[in-house]
Every structure is written in C-alpha cells, then in structure tokens.
C-alpha cells in the first residue's frame, strides 16, 4: 500500500517526477507529449508556476517547478495534473484500439479506487518530489533530467541536446522546441 507524503511549501524550488503504471510507455505509445506541455501551460498561467527544466520519457516525467509564493499544495497540483493527462491518455488509447493495455489499466484498479470512480490505472500511485535548495543540487537534478533521453535502457537519441522532449535544447543550443521553460538563472 502506497504511503502518502505530504509535501510542505517551505521550499518554492522542486524535483517532481511521477511514473506510468508500471513503468508502461504509456506517454509514447499514444503520443501524449502534448497533454504535458499543456500542463505545463496552465501552471504558467494559471497558477504563475515556472518549470525551471523537464524531459518527458515514454513512460515517466521529470520536472523541476519553481513556486514564487507560498501557500501552493504540491500535492494537488500534481494529482491534479496526473487526472488530467490520464483522462486523455485513456481517450487516445480507446481511439486507437489498444484493448489489451485498456484492459490491464482498468484490472488494475483497486477497490477502493474504484469507489472513488476511478476506471483506470495509468500512472503510479505516488510521485516523488525533493526540495531544491542549493545550486549544486539545481544543476545536478537538471543535469540527470537532461542525460535521462541517453542513459540505461533509453537511447532515444545519439545527442542528449537533441532529444525532442526536454529541456536540454533550450539550455544547450539556446533553441525552444515545444515548450519554453524558465532559465533557472532567471527565479527570483
């Protein structure tokens, strides 16, 4: 059983990554790269929330998000945006057919989750979140965030600076390819 963590608002600088169900490449497989970056706008303009850096995996997400105010609740930020994004990665899969993957999303589902309406499993229950609190772990998390595309079982690309879904292009090559993130050197 997954213990929830409550995440505190004393840092305004954070790591956050969460994961498909069972690391199924469930953002690949249906092309859902897009429901990201469209949340990545509505933090921005929503909720005045930055994302500092991010690389979008077939199967998991990294970010870091920089909060300017206190008072936000980490916690329902990211249950809300993993409602989302699931919602539409279950529209795409329905539309393409992948029944097989349907199925083992919606046999996935707990009891208790189904009381609460949920149909389908398509991330982890938890995600993880750790407080950026000095430079050299900053550039640290945006350095793994940026070599992820190329190390272990991923080789999605030759170049790490090339891979299409990160923010490695923008802070490597000065060059915006989906989504302009905000220059770490830029928060205050």
């Known amino acids: 059983m997954p213990v929830g963590v409550k995440h505190s608002d004393d840092s305004s600088l954070y790591f956050v990554t969460f994961t498909c169900y069972e690391w199924l ?70 539309k393409e057919e992948h029944f097989e993957i349907l199925n083992k999303l919606s046999t996935s589902v707990n009891t208790h989750q189904k009381k609460k309406g949920q149909l389908h499993k398509v991330f982890e229950n938890s995600f993880d979140a750790k407080a950026i609190e000095t430079e050299k772990f900053l550039l640290q998390k945006l350095n793994y965030i940026h070599l ?41």
Request: hydrophobic share 40%.
């Open 25 to 94: 490449p469930l953002f690949e497989l249906t092309n859902s790269y897009d429901l990201v970056y469209k949340w990545f706008n509505y933090l921005k303009q929503e909720k005045q929330v930055s994302v500092t850096g991010f690389v979008i995996m077939p199967n998991h997400l990294h970010c870091m998000l920089f909060f300017p105010q206190k008072g936000f609740h980490l916690n329902k930020i990211i249950a809300n945006a993993k409602r989302f994004i699931a919602y539409e990665i279950i529209d795409r899969l329905k």
């Open 148 to 188: 992820n595309p190329v190390k272990g079982n991923y080789r999605l690309v030759e170049d790490w600076k090339e891979y299409e879904h990160s923010s490695a292009s923008f802070y490597e090559l000065n060059r915006v390819l989906h989504f302009a993130p905000v220059h770490h050197m830029e928060l205050q």
